[in-house]
Each structure stands twice: as C-alpha cells, then as structure tokens.
C-alpha cells in the first residue's frame, strides 16, 4: 500500500531547530511533487513549503522563509524539512504531503494526492 511515513518532530525551546522526514514507501518519489503542510489547533491547514520533483523549483510560505528548509533525497525517497529558528508560532502537526500532477499553487491542500500521518511539533519555552 502506498504511504508516506513521517519522522521527527516533537519538542524544542523558541530559537532551536527540529528536523522533519518523509518516507515513501511503494511510491517511487521521484515521480512526485511533494509538499510541508501544518496544522494549528483550531486552524486550517495551511502550506509550509513545496518543492518539485526534481528539486528546481522551491517555494515557502512568508512565515517561514529564511528559517525553513525543504530538501528531498530522490534515490533514498525522503523528503526532509529543516526547521531553524523556531517560534511558538509554528507549533502545530506538521504533514508531508505528494502530488503526481504539477501543482499550480503548490501550497494548497486540494493539489495534493497521498498524506503522511502526521507529527507534533510544539515550541515553547
């Protein structure tokens, strides 16, 4: 069955760093685009990040340029998000997410096929 498992996440202090996986597994990553998306309690989700599926077009969400970085290893199926300078503010779930058909947002929830499971992220001091 086709998935995508996500790692990582978890606690951190504001102004640390975590760090986010997704694995594919059955679904061969390089034939997709693949998003960071989060969700706050009480909150839509919304997009972090996007990148292609071959790395050369990235995209952010302004509230999280020069502080997030989305990377993706096509040979080993992961796509990776790096998290720096956290704030209390990005304390949500965060998901992964793949799109097969190329995304004319790529920041929207609807452009997307198969969803990791989801992991906590909470900031605070």
């Known amino acids: 069955q086709s998935q995508l498992v996500q790692s990582g996440g978890g606690a951190e202090q504001p102004g640390g760093s975590l760090t986010l996986s997704c694995a594919a597994f059955?679904?061969?990553?390089?034939?997709?685009?693949m998003g960071w998306f989060r969700q706050a309690p009480g909150k839509e989700r919304e997009g972090v990040a996007w990148?292609?599926?071959?790395?050369?077009?990235?995209e952010y969400a302004d509230f999280v340029k020069g502080r997030f970085t989305i990377s993706r290893d096509n040979a080993k199926n992961i796509v990776t998000l790096q998290m720096n300078s956290l704030e209390p503010e990005d304390t949500a779930v965060y998901y992964c997410a793949a799109s097969f058909r190329t995304p004319d947002y790529g920041l929207r929830t609807d452009e997307y096929d198969y969803w990791g499971q989801g992991t906590q992220v909470t900031v605070s001091s």
């Open positions: 059955d679904l061969t990553l390089e034939d997709f685009h």
């Open positions: 990148i292609d599926n071959n790395g050369d077009t990235i």
